[in-house]
């Protein structure tokens, strides 16, 4: 076995953080998750209710119909994230790959850390074009695996760290569109988080159409707030080529 890294880690989210909201990713990833439920036998009202429940209790809609209603997550996973028109959403961002070209190698590893399957993940960064740099590797919610973790549980943070071979908390860095999902990095001490928060836009979470909300104070609770992955260059000099 390889000994840890002493490289600096940095793990970025995927989706609503390398591509903008605008982009109506989250709104059609609502519809589908909301036909899905439907296709249970419930009416309107009672899967919009289900869905943001289950979002909110569990970090994924997907966990509580696997829990309550036994259904096969693989299938649900084809249905919903597998049948989103992501070509015709999300492009090629030269922008974001000169970002990525410029984290110096010699001095930090990139990773991609998300709540999707491995099929949506792998999907979304070959669109962007940007496959090629995560040089880490992937780090995904394993839907065939019985009681998989997810962002925000404690355990998905230990899996990723042990996945990425990290020991020294102090050289994470991490970038989530979830406040939620970054405040729990940062409870279990990774050195550096950042919100990306597109304040004003509006976005589709567990179901619900809510308008993203105002930026926190820059550095509160050891958080970075950022509205452009490019300002990552501001917070994070020390992982850029300098």
Known sequence: MSAPTEKKTIFLDIDNTLYSTNSGVS????????????TLGLGEEE??????????????ALRGLILHHNIDPVDFDKKCDGALPLEDLISPNPGLRKLLQDIDRTKATVWAL???????????????????????GLIFCDY????????????????ALAKAQVTDLSKCYFVD??????????????GHVAHFCEAGLVHVEGGKVKE????QVNGQDGVDVIADLEEL????????IS
């Open 177 to 190: 569109d979830s406040r939620i999902n970054v405040d729990a990095a940062r409870a279990l001490g990774w």
């Open 27 to 38: 709104r059609h990833m609502g519809q589908k998750i909301h036909d899905y439920f439907l």
């Open 47 to 60: 899967a919009s209710e289900l869905h943001h429940k289950y979002y909110t209790q569990y970090g994924l």
């Open 114 to 136: 998300t709540n999707a399957y491995r099929p949506h993940a792998e999907r979304v960064l070959r669109i962007l074009n940007i496959d090629d740099q995560i040089d880490g």
């Open 212 to 215: 993203i909300g105002s930026r």
């Open 233 to 240: 260059r501001q917070i994070w000099p020390e992982v850029f």
């Open 144 to 159: 065939q695996k019985p009681n998989f973790a997810c962002k925000p549980d404690a355990q998905y943070y230990h899996d």
